[in-house]
Structure formats: structure tokens, C-alpha cells
């Protein structure tokens, strides 16, 4: 009997749907992630011998791990399919050396879609592990451990234990942070605006707005000055002075990579990066389509480039052309260039299937609605790059009277193309222009029919959103797009940051890790270093530079600079100590504002002879949340009482509607598909319990955490605090435990 080919990939969801492909002669299994990692329980690294990593079996893959190497043995030949990416590239390499002693003879192929034509042509190109690609992993990988490992400890034994600082979330809060301060110091000025209305009758109004007074540019001060004007604009013969009409064509935007698809996804759907990544993966890994099994609905989510597949074009081309006619097609296919530095691992996401049967209406049912709606933006957008540009009919009206010069921008659309599909005004919230009306004429007098003199204030540059935060840091290249999303809920989870009305607002306790962070170690948490790092290690991937070269290049002046600090920590944590001008009322000495672990507090001076303390400002910022209210449909909030958080309406006092807070963990008995729940008992104690109660009982004191045990697999863990161990999670099957910061 021939012996089958083993072939390896991360999901064994994509497991399923690529073993249906490939036929009887294929075996094809999960490695679920990672197998091997760093140990966490020290930093792991080998500082003497030039940072080699050492690796370590993770807990819980032993059983893994031994069906590998079993299937290895077996197998003729080991094909490793894991994402076609760099991570994906070390899972590979550490896959490889645990079951090289079974079997050598092992390759690597990348799936960029999950489809036949796909999954064939790539089994057709096998290839050698790339160990640049390897390294280059590594080297991210050892420079945030060595990062978070080193530079964390400052944050606990200066604010409190448990924080932590990253190489490039770290760079992201300061962006936060200073925008906050940015706005914070910000000196409004005032100026105004006049805008009027006028017509040249028997033609309808239009609107008309000032924009030069003798010539110049129109700035008006203030309201003195705006009196001033607005008399004389009603005092001057106001005529058209010219018309200007031109034709102008719009072109599409190119179809979505990681970055652009966070930012359209979080401003028109509203969901977080986590989610749109969590979404995305499930649609690239397999839908279950009745009568066709699992089906890859998009390529690989993780991509910077907008390179396109040549037929997936043509596809995308006739199927615009059948939709909408002729007209909407294109001459010659459109491509877009990618930006400079990128990694091109491969092309731009888009559908796998561009057909009828697979548009996102079709497939609606078998969709979840959040899988439905990313699907729809992915499919609208590649298909729309493929699409005619629109012609857009702008017209400006220039009304001149004595001193003043007024214009009207209009335009129309005159063939919608691309348009008619996806539309990127909707994107970034632009408005449509007035249409101006028909049947003016150069030198026709205008009646004045209203003026509008407005007074205006300057802002500041907006706080960031999600959007338009992963926007910026592909801009000043920080970090990976793929790492965007853990790098946004990393800095939520930590309370560095907090949500209100989807804007990101620096917490007090992200401003004092930042301000530790940038003031004593400024050369190492800045923009120009953290992107000249990303630099350093796509040379690394471009074979221009080796892993021991950038490790040394970072890690020695890193570690001087360190060991400053950790010399000054008492005098840091001492800088952190305010006055709060008030006194305690058990011994009258004057009380401190100090840091713990659930934030500043008032603490006496006479610590430790008086141990009086209060709190400082118990009341959090609520929070948003992707609820929605079941009564009014308005968003729900995050807010804190007294007996923890929970879920209330934002249009309160108009909805008093009050929900339990979820914790993200499905009840664990059998047969019960509920959620469970922070609940309070008649003493007013926390619990958490099944929100199906009273159908199931399930109740814990414990927090339920939505974690994974590494040990038994058990879908949660329970969150615990004690003083001598501090916060940690302790699985209620097996009684295994993990410190907060593994």
C-alpha cells in the first residue's frame, strides 16, 4: 500500500476544507498555532551566545506533538502549510525540527486562498523553509520579550505590579498620550465665516460663501470685523463673474490590505480591529456552504501589498460588466503600486470566488451577520478596482461685488462607474456638494436673499479612533498591520486607554506609564526608532542584514540605557507621589496621592507608623461596548456602580434600560449555550452565574475569564488575587495556574 503525503497547517478548520481538495492520497492535520515558544516563566533568551532564543514545548501541545511525529513517520512525504506569512514561516521551521528525526524529507507551501485551483498549484511549488523569513520572526519575537521582560518591572516596582510596557503598544499610547496633552494645552482662536444665499431670478438660490476681500483671502477676526463685512456684502451690486465648469474623473481605491481594512471596516461597520480580524480569519479558514462543505471565502487577511491574482481580475472585470453593462468595464485592467518597504508576501485581500453564486446576497444565508457584512465590503471593493471611474460634472460660481469675491462649488454625477457599487464618500464621511441650478450667466446681477455671518472657533487635531489610529501607525510604519489589532486591545485590556464614543482617550494611568516610559528611556519608545526597527528587520527577511547584527545593534546601547534607570527607580517612583492638600483624619498629618493596583489613592504621609488611606476618584469612564440596547437600539455602555460594571443604555435618562455585563465565556454545562454573567447577590456580593438562570444553575465566585487552560484545554479559566501572588488564573478543571502577565 503507497504511503500518503502528510500535510500540516495551522487551523484545523482549514484542515477540513484542504483535506476534501487534496483526496485519499493526503493526510492533512492541525498544529493549532505555535508548538514551541519561549518559556514564560524567565525571558529566555541566551545573552552570551549572540540572543539565541530558547525554546521551549509549549504546555499543552505534548499531545499534538507526539500526532506529528506519528503522521511524520508514516508519511512519505511532510508538507507544512502554515499562514503564508513570517510568523507563519518560524511555526513552520519549529514545526520541522520537532519531526526531522521521523522524517527529512519536508517542504513548505503557502496557501494565499483556500481554494482547489489554490491549495493545487501551490502543492505543485513546494519550496525549502525561507530562514531569513525565520530570523527575521525571531528577531520580533526576542526583541519584544527582551522589551516586555526588562522594561516592565521598572512599571511595578515604580506604579504597581502586574503593568506592562511593549516595544511598539508602548509607542502607540505615546501617540495617544500626546494627542491628549496636545488637546489639553490647546488654545482655541476665534475667526468667522459669512455664507449667502443669492439668486438671479427667475433660477433658483444657491448658496454662495466669502472667500476674498480685496483680492486676499478672506479672514475675518471677529465679530466687529464680521458686522463690518456682512454690511458691506449687502451694500455692493452682487453679479456672477465667471462660471467654471470642467469634467472630472474619480477613480476607485485599491482593493483592502490589513491596515485599509481595519479602517474602513471599523468606520462604516464599527467594530473593533479585534473583531475585524477575528472575522476576517473565519471567512479566509472556510464557511460551511450547504451541498459544497467548507468553502474559503477570502484570501489571506494579512497582507501588505496590493498585488492582484491576474484572473481573480478578469473575474472581478467581466463580472462588473455583467452586473452593470458595458460601460462600466475597463479598456485594460487596472492595477494599483504598493507602497515603498513593503513585504509582498502576497496579494491584496479579495474574494477567492468572483461569480454570482458566490456575490454576498447569495451567500447571505449561510453568513453570520458580522461574517456577511465584511464579506460584502471585501467583495464590493475588489470588484469596484476593477470598475470604469466616475465622471463628476464640478461647476464654481464666482459672485463679485466691490470688495468681496463669493464662489459656489457644486457638482453632479455624470456616470456613477465605479460609484454605482462602492461609494468612498461613505468612508470618510464627506458631503455631498450642492448641485448648482441650470441657466446662469456670466454678468448676471444676483439678489441678495440671505446672509449668514458665522463665528467660529479653532480645534485641536481630533482624538484618535481605532481607525484612525491603525491609520497613523501604518503611516509612520510602527509595527505590522497584522499586529494592529493586539496592539489597540492590548492597550484597552491594560486600561492604558479607555473608549468613549469610539474615540481613544489616554487614562490617567496610561499618561504615567507613558511619561516613565519616554522620559527615562526617550531613544527607545519614539517613533523614528520603533519604525527604524521595523526597517531593520525586513532587512533581515531581504537577507541585508543577519539576526546577530540587529539584536547587537539594539540590545547594547538598550541595556545601558536600562541600567540607568533601574539605578533612579526610587526616584522615579517618588516623582509619581503628589501632594493632596488635605489632611488624615485619624492622625491630621497631610495625605499623599499614591498608586496601586486599582489606581491612584489617598494614602497618609505617616505611613507605615498610620495606615489610613481613601479613594481618590472612585468613578471610572464609561466605556463603549458593541451591544446594543434591546429596547431603543442605541449603543449600550460599559458603566461602574457599586457593585461593579454593567451595561446601560447611552440615551439615558430617555432609556433606563440596564443590562448584566457579559464576560465573553459560554457556559461550560453541557447542553446550555448561555453566557455567563456578572451577577449580585441580596448582600450585594459579586457573582457570576448562567444568564439561562433559573434553567441552569451554574455559579462561580470567580471571575471567568475567556482563556483557554494550556494544561486540559478547558474553555476558561478564573481570575484570583491574593497579596503574596498578586493577580493570577487558576483553571477550575484542573486546578493549573498562570501568572496575569503569561
Request: glycine share 2%; net charge neutral; hydrophobic share 40%.
Given at each position: 500500500m503507497a504511503q500518503k503525503s502528510l500535510?500540516?497547517?495551522?487551523?484545523?478548520?482549514?484542515?477540513k476544507t484542504i483535506n476534501k481538495y487534496l483526496g485519499k492520497d493526503f493526510m492533512v492535520t492541525a498544529s493549532v498555532g505555535h508548538i514551541i515558544d519561549l518559556p514564560k516563566t524567565k525571558i529566555g533568551v541566551n545573552f552570551e551566545n549572540n540572543f539565541a532564543p530558547q525554546y521551549v514545548k509549549i504546555r499543552g501541545k505534548e499531545k499534538i506533538i507526539k500526532e506529528l511525529r506519528t503522521l511524520s513517520k508514516k508519511a512519505d512525504k511532510v508538507f507544512i502549510a502554515t499562514d503564508p506569512d513570517r510568523e507563519g514561516e518560524a511555526i513552520a521551521y519549529h514545526i520541522?525540527?520537532?519531526i526531522e528525526k521521523e522524517n527529512s524529507n519536508i517542504f513548505r507551501v503557502e496557501f494565499n486562498e483556500i481554494t482547489k485551483k489554490a491549495v493545487d498549484q501551490a502543492m505543485q511549488n513546494p519550496r525549502s523553509i525561507d530562514m531569513a523569513r525565520v530570523y527575521s520572526q525571531q528577531a520580533r519575537r526576542v526583541l519584544d520579550r527582551i522589551v516586555g521582560y526588562q522594561v516592565s518591572p521598572v512599571l511595578w516596582k515604580t506604579i504597581y505590579r502586574g503593568l506592562s510596557?511593549?516595544?511598539?503598544?508602548?509607542?502607540?499610547?505615546?501617540?495617544?498620550?500626546?494627542?491628549?496633552?496636545?488637546?489639553?494645552?490647546?488654545?482655541p482662536e476665534e475667526f468667522w465665516t459669512i455664507s449667502a444665499s443669492v439668486q438671479t431670478p427667475p433660477i433658483a438660490p444657491f448658496d454662495v460663501r466669502l472667500v476674498k476681500i480685496d483680492s486676499k483671502k478672506a479672514k475675518i477676526p471677529n465679530g466687529k470685523s464680521a458686522e463690518e463685512h456682512t454690511a458691506g456684502i449687502k451694500a455692493a451690486d452682487l453679479k456672477i463673474d465667471a462660471i467654471e465648469k470642467k469634467a472630472s474623473k474619480r477613480q476607485p481605491s485599491p482593493p483592502f490590505i490589513t491596515s485599509t481594512l481595519q479602517q474602513a471596516a471599523s468606520s462604516r461597520l464599527r467594530y473593533s480591529t479585534k473583531r475585524i480580524m477575528r472575522i476576517a480569519q473565519s471567512l479566509y479558514e472556510g464557511v460551511d456552504i450547504p451541498g459544497q462543505g467548507s468553502i474559503g471565502l477570502i484570501t489571506y487577511m494579512r497582507t501588505d501589498s496590493f498585488r492582484m491574482n491576474a484572473d481573480a481580475v478578469k473575474d472581478a472585470g467581466d463580472y462588473a460588466v455583467a452586473v452593470f453593462g458595458k460601460e462600466y468595464g475597463l479598456d485594460k485592467p487596472r492595477h494599483f503600486r504598493s507602497k515603498k518597504?513593503?513585504?509582498?508576501?502576497?496579494?491584496?485581500?479579495?474574494?477567492?470566488?468572483?461569480?454570482?453564486?458566490?456575490a454576498p446576497q447569495a451567500l447571505k444565508e449561510h453568513l453570520s451577520s458580522e461574517q456577511y457584512r465584511l464579506y460584502e465590503l471585501i467583495w464590493k471593493r475588489f470588484i469596484a478596482c476593477q470598475m470604469a471611474p466616475a465622471v463628476i460634472d464640478k461647476t464654481v460660481v464666482r459672485v463679485k461685488g466691490g470688495r468681496y469675491e463669493l464662489t459656489a462649488e457644486g457638482e453632479t454625477v455624470r456616470f456613477p462607474g465605479f460609484m454605482r457599487l462602492y461609494r468612498e464618500e461613505a468612508e470618510n464621511g464627506s458631503a455631498d456638494k450642492q448641485t448648482i441650478p441650470s441657466g446662469l450667466k456670466q454678468g448676471a446681477a444676483c439678489d441678495l436673499i440671505e446672509i449668514n455671518p458665522r463665528q467660529n472657533f479653532t480645534k485641536p487635531s481630533p482624538r484618535f479612533s481605532e481607525s484612525t489610529l491603525v491609520k497613523e501607525l501604518d503611516r509612520l510604519n510602527i509595527g505590522r498591520p497584522s499586529t494592529y489589532a493586539q496592539i489597540v486591545s492590548t492597550i484597552l485590556?491594560?486600561?492604558?486607554?479607555?473608549?468613549?464614543?469610539?474615540?481613544?482617550?489616554?487614562?490617567?494611568?496610561?499618561?504615567?506609564?507613558?511619561?516613565?516610559?519616554?522620559?527615562?528611556?526617550?531613544?527607545?519608545?519614539?517613533?523614528?526608532f520603533t519604525a527604524r526597527m521595523e526597517e531593520e528587520l525586513d532587512q533581515i527577511a531581504g537577507r541585508r542584514a543577519t539576526?546577530?547584527?540587529?539584536?547587537?545593534?539594539?540590545?547594547?546601547?538598550f541595556s545601558k540605557a536600562l541600567a540607568e534607570v533601574n539605578a533612579k527607580r526610587n526616584e522615579i517612583k517618588a516623582d509619581l507621589v503628589e501632594e493632596s492638600g488635605e489632611t488624615c483624619d485619624k492622625c491630621g498629618r497631610p495625605m499623599l496621592i499614591r498608586w496601586g493596583r486599582n489606581g491612584r489613592f489617598l494614602a497618609c504621609s505617616g505611613f507605615p507608623e498610620c495606615k489610613n488611606t481613601k479613594p481618590l476618584d472612585p468613578e471610572e469612564e464609561p466605556q463603549e461596548s458593541d451591544e446594543k440596547c434591546p429596547k431603543c437600539g442605541k449603543p449600550m455602555l460599559i458603566k461602574t456602580g457599586p457593585f461593579g460594571k454593567f451595561l446601560a443604555c447611552s440615551d439615558y435618562p430617555a432609556c433606563k434600560t440596564t443590562k448584566p455585563l457579559s464576560t465573553g465565556v459560554k457556559c461550560p454545562k453541557e447542553g446550555c449555550d448561555g453566557d455567563i454573567i456578572q451577577r449580585q447577590s441580596k448582600r450585594g456580593k459579586i457573582f457570576f452565574g448562567c444568564s439561562n438562570y433559573p434553567k441552569c444553575n451554574f455559579v462561580s465566585w470567580d471571575k471567568p475569564v475567556n482563556r483557554a487552560c494550556p494544561e486540559c484545554g478547558n474553555n476558561y479559566m478564573s481570575e484570583k488575587h491574593?497579596?503574596?501572588?498578586?493577580?493570577?488564573?487558576?483553571?477550575?478543571k484542573c486546578k493549573h495556574t498562570i501568572k496575569e502577565n503569561e
Open positions: 500535510v500540516i497547517v495551522e487551523s484545523p478548520a482549514k484542515a520541522a525540527t520537532i510596557a511593549g516595544r511598539v503598544q508602548s509607542v502607540a499610547l505615546r501617540l495617544i498620550c500626546e494627542r491628549e496633552q496636545e488637546i489639553r494645552t490647546f488654545k518597504n513593503v513585504q509582498d508576501a502576497h496579494e491584496a485581500i479579495r474574494p477567492t470566488y468572483i461569480s454570482a453564486e458566490f485590556m491594560r486600561k492604558y486607554v479607555y473608549l468613549k464614543e469610539r474615540k481613544l482617550y489616554a487614562a490617567e494611568l496610561g499618561e504615567t506609564v507613558n511619561k516613565i516610559l519616554t522620559t527615562n528611556l526617550p531613544d527607545f519608545f519614539n517613533v523614528s539576526y546577530e547584527q540587529v539584536m547587537h545593534e539594539f540590545y547594547d546601547p491574593t497579596k503574596a501572588k498578586g493577580t493570577f488564573f487558576i483553571c477550575p
